[in-house]
């Protein structure tokens, strides 16, 4: 095996485009469970998955935060850019507990500690 | 990019071959991002990778374009990269969400749970997503 770990940004919300975010979540958390290590970096329209409370199911979209929480206890780790988030007017105390906040210039950083990079 | 077929027998290097995966999200004409992600995969094997394609979400769309069409058609640059041999691989639950089967796709294309992009992503030297 050449790769260990995996870095997933995701750059779109809950909705408009469900489909790209449930994906990114579920191949996230497969390749948790398939042994290598997965950051999932939640960034523009993204960070809105991180949004405590909502019930996407209400209008037939499947509900990420249980996807997040699967990942959560698989041992992946979650960020979400702060700047994105002030940007949509979304506060610290809205956004799920287990989640991280780091800034625009802490992505170079995960770059170089990570193998690989996937954008969705 | 100059992609023809006559040009992907000579391969640039004699060293040994790197592994390129190419994961394309986007379904044809919605972008280029098909279009592109495909003559990348064409260059790549002219280059001398080893190239796996992995058609995710609706990526997978581009697999259902079996017929002719008299402007530009992803589905035959699908169809060249079966011939050069690389490996194109649909996820099978992207594929049911879109009923799309072996019945229905472009001849060769394979279809795999998602495990399958796991294995090319732990042995691949370079990783590109296109539509992302």
């Known amino acids: 095996m050449k790769n260990h770990s995996l870095l997933i940004y995701c750059t779109h919300g809950t909705y408009g485009r469900d489909d790209d975010t449930y994906g990114a979540l579920l191949q996230a958390n497969h390749t948790l469970a398939w042994g290598m290590d997965v950051t999932l970096v939640l960034v523009e329209d993204g960070v809105l998955v991180s949004k405590k409370g909502q019930n996407p199911s209400k209008i037939g979209l499947p509900s990420n935060l249980n996807e997040l929480t699967d990942f959560i206890e698989l041992g992946g780790k979650l960020l979400v850019v702060s700047e994105s988030l002030e940007q949509r007017g979304i506060r610290k105390e809205e956004i799920i507990d287990e989640a991280e906040v780091i800034s625009f210039r802490d992505i170079v950083p995960l770059v170089e500690n990570h193998d690989l990079s996937l954008t969705f | ?132």
């Open chain 2, 1 to 132: 990019m100059e992609t023809g077929d006559d040009d992907m027998n000579n391969p640039d290097t004699e060293k040994p071959s790197k592994v390129l995966t190419i994961l394309l999200i986007k379904g044809p004409y919605v972008s280029e991002a098909a279009d592109i992600a495909f003559q990348t995969a064409l260059k790549a094997k002219q280059m001398g990778y080893i190239v796996n394609v992995f058609l995710y979400l609706d990526g997978t769309w581009n697999s259902h374009l079996t017929g002719d069409k008299n402007y530009n058609n992803p589905g035959d640059w699908l169809k060249r990269l079966i011939r050069k041999e690389i490996q194109v691989t649909l996820c099978e639950r992207c594929s049911n969400a879109r009923d799309l089967t072996e019945e229905n796709i472009i001849k060769g294309v394979k279809i795999a749970g998602s495990t399958k992009l796991i294995d090319y992503l732990r042995d691949s030297d370079k990783v590109l997503t296109f539509g992302g």
